[in-house]
Every structure is written in C-alpha cells, then in structure tokens.
C-alpha cells in the first residue's frame, strides 16, 4: 500500500471491529451456505464471521470510495433497514453523499431518466416552498402541493441533489436491497455490501462479511465508509484547489467523529452481540 493510500485512509483496526460486535452471524439454520467461506466458526448455534477476511475487504472498500469521491463522483448509500435509517441519513449527509433510507423504488438506477425528472421536480416544489409562493394558493391545493413534497421527500430526499449515477452503492443487508443489487449488476456499478451469514455473497462486488444488524456495527461500518469518501474530496479539493465550506464543516466534526467512535467501542464491549440478533440465543466465550 503506498504511502498516499495510508495517509488517506488509515489501517482498520480488528479490535475496533469485535468490539463493535461485527463478527456475530445469525443461527446457524438460517444460513446460507453460499456464505461458508466467510463464516470462521460456530459457537452456541451461532456463525462467526471471520473479521480476518472483513479487514482487508474494508481496506480495500475505502480505497476504491476515496477513489471515486476524489475524481468527483459520488457513492450511493442504501440501508431502509429500521436500525440502518438514521445512520445512513447522518453519514451521507456528513460525508456529502447520497442515500436511500427509506424504500428502493424500482428502477432507480435502470431508469434515472425518469428518477432525474422527479428530482427536478422536487427541487422545484422545494424552491416554490422556501420563496413562499403557497402561501398565495387556496388551502387545498397549498396542502395537496404540501403532502406531494413530502412523499417525495421521504423516497427521494437523500437523492435530490443527484444528477448522474453514482460510482458505487454501499448497501447495509443486500438481501433485503435485493432490487438495488440487481440494478446495480445490470448497469455495472460496484456494490459494496456489508453481508450476514444468512445472505448470498455471490452478486457483491466487495463482501464486507458483517453482522448487519446490530446498530453499533452498522454505525461503525457505515461511518468508515463515510470517512473515505471525505477523504476522498478532501483530496480533490487539495489537488484542484477548489475552497469550498464544505472543508471547514468536515473539519469541524473531526472530534466528534472521533468521540464517537471510541464510545462506540466502549459501549459495544458490553452488548455488541445481543442487538439485532436471534432472540434466546447468545455465543460462548
């Protein structure tokens, strides 16, 4: 690894990573055998993921996002997951990315086209809104105009600024976004996934094999993705010399980024493996 790459992204830590409780699978009944050569051992009923495998596919994640984010394209976060919303919102937003946190709309990506016109829509009833110009309208139609911005918030929103695809999705539970991976082979994008013990590998570009349930290894996963792709524009801006706000508001958030994840390794030492996993069971020491 040169030394650019280590500077840009630094070494994932394999304690960070246990503490956080990514090596917990689901019941061994409920896999998917596909996922054998990812699984370490089984304790209590319970797979282990093997970690020393999701270290260097995470370190090779990070490089291949930094490099998009740095020639100034863009990643595609996508968790509708109950435990994955809120962390996907917050990191896409912090890192300057797009998200679908919500529901996958067909076609999505197989047909942007279209997506890009409801995107312009939106922005257009956003505008319309922020200048006041329903304040002017009967109640009614205010309303109507009202609840179509909101629909169109809720499934859009973390793409509205979006007007090409993007170089790559990073999805948390691939077998839940199964339509998002699929538009994703058809078109060629890279996938980038964290995968359960009880997922298919097989049409993941890069398997990041990963408890994707529980919220602490979700966040922590989810939040080196994001810091990669900062990295990324961070360099771009460096290189092409563009100033923008965007530097100080990364810069700013440093320590908290910071913080947070030592709070999360101090806390998940203590539960990592009991949120989101089958209920009644618990891996030995």
């Not at 304690?15 to 051992?41: C, D």
């Not at 896409?92 to 709309?105: H, K, M, T």
């Not at 002017?136 to 859009?156: I, W």
């Amino acid at each position: 690894m040169s030394q650019v790459t280590e500077a840009r992204n630094p070494r994932v830590s394999l304690k960070t990573l246990l503490e956080a409780g990514v090596h917990f699978g689901h019941q061994k009944n409920r896999w998917n055998p596909r996922m054998k050569p990812y699984i370490f051992s089984e304790r209590n009923g319970i797979h282990i993921l093997d970690l020393q495998q999701t270290v260097p596919f995470l370190e090779q994640a990070h490089e291949l996002v930094s490099e998009i984010t740095a020639k100034g394209g863009h990643i595609l976060l996508v968790g509708t997951k109950k435990q994955a919303q809120e962390i996907v919102h917050k990191e896409a937003e912090r890192s300057g990315q797009f998200y679908v946190n919500r529901r996958w709309l067909g076609g999505t990506l197989t047909n942007f086209v279209t997506i890009r016109q409801r995107l312009r829509h939106l922005n257009q009833l956003i505008a319309e809104n922020e200048r006041g110009e329903w304040n002017y309208l009967p109640k009614q139609e205010a309303s109507s105009k009202q609840l179509e911005l909101d629909k169109l918030q809720r499934t859009l929103g973390g793409m509205r600024e979006m007007t090409q695809l993007p170089g790559a999705l990073f999805i948390i539970d691939p077998k839940r976004e199964h339509l998002a991976v699929h538009e994703a082979q058809r078109l060629g994008i890279t996938t980038i996934a964290m995968v359960d013990s009880n997922t298919d590998p097989g049409p993941i570009d890069i398997v990041l094999p990963a408890n994707d349930d529980a919220i602490r290894s979700i966040r922590l996963i989810t939040a080196g993705i994001a810091q990669a792709a900062i990295n990324g524009r961070m360099e771009r801006e460096s290189v092409t010399g563009e100033v923008s706000d965007f530097a100080e508001a990364v810069a700013s958030t440093d320590d908290l980024f910071a913080s947070g994840t030592r709070a999360n390794s101090a806390e998940a030492s203590n539960d990592a493996g009991a949120e989101g996993r089958d209920e009644g069971s618990s891996p030995g020491n």
